[in-house]
């Protein structure tokens, strides 16, 4: 069993980066300024997606383990925030303040509905916290390159970043289409990785510690810099990778049943 972030620690963390995230979005001049790492999107609709994402998951995690996402969860989706900016904030408070409630609520075993069916992540709230923890933490860091000030993912979160991306998001049971390989990423702070994809999907794990690079590609940089990375907000250029990098591409063109 791989482990990972204690329950508590996430929901602090949840906790940490929300505030970090309205800090970024208090210091931009405007709620119009672009988000060069979401480029369809404003300050505000940046926000706007955030707050409804946190509140459709503590509708999620309230209804318990289920099919399908309950109606009051996919209600809470499509609610629009206000523009008006302090209302906003407080707005994205009461967001991050009933997902917290949710999950503390419902303890990190409960089931719940996920979208990740297939993966090796469990369909738990646990999961729930897991994942919501690094999509929090990604946004935060759109919000502060918008307001042009970016930093690198605390190192408590980028850790755990890059082995949640590749068990919740890519992990699967569906056939990878091209010849067998394997991806590793190695974190700088002394942690490694290796994804491998074949006929019987992908398959992430842990690392012992660094050995010899994977037949495919090797990866290489900060914990937080793969995590940016993985989730497409920073080039290749900012890394050090070995062997084939075109297998990157074919990785990031897979579109598995998760």
Same mark, same amino acid.
């Given at each position: 069993m791989i482990s990972t972030?204690?329950?508590?620690d996430l929901l602090r963390l949840i906790d940490e980066r929300s505030t970090a995230f309205r800090a970024a979005v208090a210091s931009a *001049?405007?709620?119009?300024?672009?988000?060069?790492?979401? *480029?369809?999107?404003t300050l505000f609709d940046l926000v706007q997606h955030l707050g409804q994402g946190r509140r459709f998951?503590?509708?999620?995690?309230?209804?318990?383990?289920?099919?399908?996402?309950s109606a009051d969860a996919?209600?809470?989706?499509a609610v629009a925030a206000t523009r008006e900016r302090e209302a906003l904030m407080a707005w994205s408070v009461a967001s991050t303040r009933q997902l917290l409630d949710a999950l503390r609520d419902a303890g990190p075993e409960r089931g719940c509905w996920t979208w990740w069916g297939a993966s090796q992540s469990p369909r738990t709230c646990g999961a729930v916290a897991r994942h919501q923890l690094q999509?929090? %933490?990604v946004h935060t860091y759109d919000a502060q390159v918008a307001a042009g000030a970016p930093q690198p993912l605390p190192d408590e979160v980028a850790r755990d970043g890059v082995e949640e991306f590749l068990s919740t998001c890519v992990a699967t049971t569906s056939a990878w289409?091209?010849?067998?390989?394997?991806?590793?990423?190695?974190?700088?702070?002394?942690?490694s990785w290796r994804l491998t994809v074949d006929g019987d999907g992908a398959r992430a794990a842990r690392l012992p510690a *660094?050995?010899?690079?994977?037949a495919g590609v090797s990866v290489r940089g900060t914990a937080s810099e793969l995590v940016l990375f993985i989730y497409d907000r920073i080039p290749a250029g900012s890394l050090r990778i070995d062997g084939d990098a075109?297998?990157?591409?074919?990785?990031? %063109?897979?579109? *598995?049943e998760v």
């Open positions: 972030l204690e329950f508590p *001049p405007s709620l119009d300024v672009q988000v060069p790492t979401c *480029p369809e999107w998951w503590a509708a999620t995690v309230a209804a318990g383990p289920a099919d399908a996402p996919v209600a809470e989706r999509e929090i %933490a289409p091209h010849k067998p390989t394997t991806f590793d990423f190695h974190a700088t702070e002394g942690r *660094p050995g010899p690079d994977a075109g297998l990157i591409d074919l990785l990031r %063109a897979w579109e *598995p």
